[in-house]
């Protein structure tokens, strides 16, 4: 028996055959198209699934059940998409819809950054961990957290909205309305910010060379310019890291997870990121003089874990 | 049959016995004169409990448990108070002493803040809420949390440290090492000090008068100015309420709890204070347009929450 995994994304559609031990059989994804609305991306969902079990000779009676990891509030009760704004969604009946449309009785669902950090705490980074909490590092901080084998985000399924804890009261204007919130410092997008802003007072700095100009800047610029000697970036980077182990330390002491694990591009910088983080945290979290420390890792699933997440659901 | 429930605090240690509704039938209390060491504090539970039984005409083969409320990382798991530094407490088989020196076979333990969240969320204001977070404004800033009835407190039970999430990074030193905890700014002792500098730099402010000197001030002093028109003091207010409202926020977007109860001495101003901080929060958390929002209220077991969570603990 296998599970049908979905991974519902702003840029792609990725669908996944899993077996029971949550290994990807096969995978296949189609471009999303949001902007077409959410009933013409529902058919191509559905289309997708369909050609993905018959390229592997597998029918919709071989899977136990359905799974998708949408992007928004994702009612996993009921099966509807209550808010989504990147694909747009206001009490989208979603699992019904795909149900429907592939003839599967049972569909589950959750929240992208949910079903990640599920499939991180089930096969990936965190596996076996009581408590796991993933941390995801893009154009905002996601965040989820897997209790006990088990989702946990709050009685109106809107929690582990880790990214929007203020950490500097008054600070960046956030996209969700307050000020200061983590993802404005920790994200990619906040991360460029620094950089530019930096190189806007730094006009010898080697970012300049090495980006190309302003429009260029990406997550990667600061580092390599530490990296090369440069003092303006290595003060950007010194910054980022601060601001990362601040809210790193923040949901430490709220959760103390066995394994705290942390994916998105800006990772790909591995040790270079992942040693100072741990020094700044194993000297400030509350528990330090504990026995027992969370475990900070990177994840390890990378862009599966959406598909393997939301094949887990039903588990 | 009884449980018999224990809150081992630094004043006073209290112990009722309580029924299996988790109503206090009788209870007593001693100071704990935590500065003669753990072991003579522990004659004097073992005594405490033995004279409540006895006054009630019960014994010890009437409660089918002891629970603990104390100080500390608690490992339930153990029965051992891994650390505390305010009852000096090492790696302390507390609940193996107080087994041994009252002839009872179960006693459970656990943290303070994380037992009286468990009696709110059975008995008290989050009754039935299918996840609960306390906080208490005291000297610190404490938090308990209660998801599906159970205390979560993180693997190595130190975690729920909610008063320890920085919200100004580099901001006022925390006694935990740290600089912009939460606690320095939304504890009584927080207030305190808030109320403290304002009064420096304001010298006509009615709040000399009102607490008869800086050495004086307490929780109450911004609050009763700002009520008689003082505008000094209502600036106290308005920023101790603001800060509040950050720390509140943040735990709302991290728990969507069903409820987040708030208890300690600074709830007593009631409406005063918890009208303004609704509409923050409601303004402000990032489900803010989800039909379920997270109600805030006044813990209601206020003392009693210890015994009644201590007792609650073998359920």
């Given at each position: 028996m296998y599970y049908l995994g979905i991974d519902l994304g702003g840029t792609n559609i990725a669908a996944g055959i899993v077996d029971e031990k949550l290994n990807i059989v096969a995978k296949a994804s189609v471009p999303t198209g949001a902007q077409r609305g959410i009933d013409v991306v529902m058919d191509d969902m559905a289309a997708l699934c369909k050609k993905l079990l018959a390229d592997n000779n597998?029918?919709?009676?071989?899977?136990a059940y359905a799974g998708i990891a949408s992007?928004?509030?994702?009612n996993s009760a009921t099966g509807v998409v209550e808010f989504s704004n990147n694909i747009v969604m206001y009490n989208y009946p979603i699992a019904k819809v795909l149900s429907e449309k592939l003839g599967i009785e049972k569909v589950y669902i959750d929240n992208d950054a949910n079903s990640a950090a599920l499939a991180e705490a089930l096969?990936?980074?965190?596996?076996?961990?009581s408590c796991a909490v993933m941390i995801t590092l893009g154009t905002g901080v996601g965040g989820g957290i897997v209790i006990d084998g088990k989702i946990y985000s709050g009685f109106n399924h809107a929690?582990?909205?880790?990214?929007?804890?203020?950490?500097?009261?008054?600070g960046r204007q956030c996209t969700c309305g307050r000020r200061g919130c983590w993802e404005t410092y920790s994200s990619a997008t906040g991360l460029i910010n620094m950089t530019k802003e930096k190189m806007a007072e730094a006009k010898d700095s080697l970012m300049w060379e090495l980006c190309g100009g302003i429009d260029t800047v990406s997550g990667k610029t600061a580092f390599q310019a530490k990296r090369k000697g440069d003092k303006a970036g290595a003060e950007v980077v010194d910054m980022y890291v601060s601001y990362l182990a601040c809210g790193l330390t923040n949901v430490i002491n709220v959760f103390q997870p066995e394994v705290l694990c942390i994916g998105g591009g800006v990772c790909n910088e591995g040790e270079y990121l992942m040693a100072p983080l741990r020094e700044i945290v194993g000297k400030e979290?509350?528990?330090?003089?504990?026995?027992k420390q969370t475990t900070i890792t990177r994840a390890t699933l990378g862009n599966d874990a959406g598909i393997i997440g939301a094949a887990a659901l039903g588990l």
């Open positions: 597998l029918t919709i009676a071989d899977m992007p928004g509030t994702c096969v990936g980074s965190a596996k076996g961990a929690g582990a909205e880790l990214g929007h804890i203020v950490i500097e009261k008054d979290n509350f528990a330090r003089n504990s026995d």
